[in-house]
């Protein structure tokens, strides 16, 4: 079965501290993996797809990583509002007919003035 | 302007009752999901339907029934509800059913079983 492990569970930056969420992951064989943020109270929101080892993506301050095993999600200066719950997800090769997503428990990510 | 929307956002209920969730997207998305995000913000996926066609069944206990009358809308009815079932749970749908493409999710409800 796919697993994935995210670390740190929380993360505390001051603002313009740069730093990186990792996502460990377990796979039968990977077919994508996925970034979202998910701010309280509200649904996730999508931030990136990652198809192949080496493949790098990125969006304002944010860039996703990905290797054979993990993902990081680098935060390069933060602001306030990049504050939110950022949870990875992988789609694997095995996974029947449909087309399910495994998600990790998510980092939580506060980044104060 | 709304792309996936979720009625109620909040449900308190007693245990043993029987409630519904409403889901309707408006993207013109073929595929729309149920996840369960508990106290511990694991999102973990319970439905998928693609064209009305129910796709992925998780292990999920049969008190949970998804409904699909067009492909726009994805409810959800729990039958006999438990304390376990208090959770936040989230409508998602997607352009294709291959997983490989976005998800958009709904704002959730969350449910509280008393």
Not at chain 1, 34 to 54: I, V
Not at chain 1, 84 to 101: D, E, F, P
Not at chain 2, 84 to 112: I, K, M, N, W
């Amino acid at each position: 079965e796919d697993q994935v492990t995210q670390s740190p569970e929380a993360l505390r930056l001051q603002e313009g501290e740069s730093s990186s969420l990792n996502c460990s992951y377990t796979v039968s064989g990977l077919r994508g993996l996925f970034w979202y943020r998910q701010d309280p109270g509200k649904g996730p929101e999508f931030l990136f797809t990652l198809y192949s080892a080496g493949e790098e993506k990125e969006k304002e301050r944010l860039k996703a990583t990905l290797t054979k095993k993990e993902s990081f999600l680098h935060i390069t200066a933060p602001k306030p509002e990049d504050s939110a719950t950022y949870l990875c997800a992988v789609r694997g090769i095995l996974t029947g007919g449909g087309n399910k997503l495994t998600f990790g428990t998510g980092t939580q990510l506060k980044v104060e003035l | 302007d709304t792309a996936v929307s979720q009625t109620p956002k909040y449900l308190v209920t007693q245990m043993g009752n029987d409630k519904s969730i409403k889901c309707e997207q408006n993207l013109g998305h073929d595929t729309m999901y149920w996840y369960k995000q508990d106290s511990k913000k694991f999102l973990k996926i319970m439905f998928s339907y693609n064209n009305k066609e129910l796709i992925i069944n998780e292990t999920v206990p049969n008190r949970f029934s998804p409904k699909s009358p067009d492909k726009a809308h994805l409810n959800l009815h729990i039958n006999s509800l438990e304390l376990g079932d208090s959770a936040v749970y989230f409508c998602a749908s997607s352009q294709t059913r291959t997983g490989l493409d976005e998800q958009f999710f709904g704002p959730g409800t969350r449910l509280t079983v008393l």
